[in-house]
């Protein structure tokens, strides 16, 4: 079945290091998206990719770095400019970007937490 | 400019009772609406969506929408509520131009009491 593998789904990070959580689609989509969400707040976005070698920054970029080498691929490294990285972060695909009536389906969302 | 309001952060009902979330929007253009649905820690599931066809869209699970431009509403409504749909939900507006944007609400937590 086609889908959106995040992982790991839990990881713990210390003080000045940098991590990066895996996102990788088979859905064949163009588009690709990194959220964060905080308890009792919507989602928020991080960096947003339209096509292969091309990303942009979203609302809370600050402290993150992404990639897209790949049309499947699309990691997130949370690095330790990101004062307050502990949250849920979910990765989302979809069709045709320009397009804005194609749904966003998601992953099941990595949780990092500091040690 | 797009933005989602939605009305209530928590509703609880009891099971077999109609379920309401409410949501409101703002959006300059004709919008593409959508709701989802997120158990815990889990992503998000899409439950329907609005894209200027039907204004009453039916979506999984018997969950049901129906949009109102003069309200500038999107509620979704489901006739009788189970237990398995304790979760939150999430009412979404997606912007124009590049990117596909999404603008979320920040989410109804809905309880089901047996």
């Known amino acids: 079945d086609g889908g959106i593998t995040q992982s790991p789904k839990y990881l713990f990070r210390k003080e000045g290091q940098n991590v990066t959580l895996s996102c990788e689609q088979n859905l064949n989509h163009d588009a690709m998206y990194w959220y964060r969400q905080d308890p009792g707040q919507g989602l928020r976005l991080i960096y947003y990719s339209q096509i292969v070698n091309d990303f942009q920054k979203g609302d809370i970029a600050e402290g993150y770095s992404v990639s897209r080498e790949k049309k499947e691929s699309f990691p997130l490294t949370v690095t330790s400019a990101q004062k307050n990285p502990t949250a849920f972060y979910l990765c989302?695909?979809?069709?045709?970007?320009?397009?804005?009536?194609?749904?966003?389906?998601f992953g099941d969302g990595t949780r990092l937490s500091i040690l | 400019a797009q933005s989602v309001t939605q009305l209530d952060s928590h509703v609880s009902v009891s099971e077999g009772t109609p379920v309401l979330l409410r949501c409101n929007y703002s959006s300059s253009y004709s919008p593409s609406l959508f709701w989802y649905v997120q158990h815990p820690n889990k992503g998000l599931q899409l439950l329907l969506k609005y894209t200027s066809a039907a204004t009453l869209v039916k979506g999984i699970n018997g969950f049901e929408a129906e949009f109102k431009k003069s309200e500038t509403s999107f509620h979704l409504t489901k006739p009788s509520a189970h237990m398995s749909d304790a979760a939150e939900y999430f009412c979404v507006v997606s912007g124009s131009g590049t990117g596909n944007q999404f603008y979320f609400g920040t989410g109804t937590s809905l309880t089901v009491i047996p």
């Open positions: 989302a695909s979809s069709r045709r970007p320009s397009y804005s009536n194609q749904p966003q389906h």
